[in-house]
């Protein structure tokens, strides 16, 4: 049964940094992207960034360019995602996901594993 769990998120104030991190479980990801989606509150699902395979390719939704960075650790099956510079606009639950292929994408449709969410809260 494959699993992925989000850990890292809580209450921050405005610039301060969270690193989030994401377990997968249950078969290897290691020959598949992976990406973080955000949900604000009464908005659709957004994504936040992915990162290729092997690591090596990473994109950012222009709202957290520069301040986000993902990485990927494939031994132990897990992906990070630091935040920094955080602003009351990124308050969201955070999604990780597996990607279908071994490159990364904005579309939603190209995951097909996905994790239950953790709560980032950042207050002004």
């Known amino acids: 049964q494959v699993q992925l769990v989000e850990s890292g998120g809580g209450l921050v104030q405005a610039g301060g940094s969270l690193r989030l991190s994401c377990a997968a479980s249950g078969r290897t990801f290691s020959s598949y992207a992976m990406g973080w989606f955000r949900q604000a509150p009464g908005k659709e699902r957004d994504f936040v960034a992915s990162i290729s395979w092997n690591g090596g390719t990473t994109y950012y939704a222009d709202s957290v360019k520069g301040r986000f960075t993902i990485s990927r650790d494939n031994a132990k099956n897990t992906v990070y995602l630091q935040m920094n510079s955080l602003k009351p606009e990124d308050t969201a639950v955070y999604y990780c996901?597996?990607?279908?292929?071994?490159?990364?994408?904005?579309?939603?449709?190209?995951?097909?594993?996905w994790g239950q969410g953790t709560q980032v809260t950042v207050s002004s």
């Open positions: 996901a597996v990607g279908k292929r071994g490159w990364g994408t904005s579309k939603e449709n190209e995951y097909n594993y």
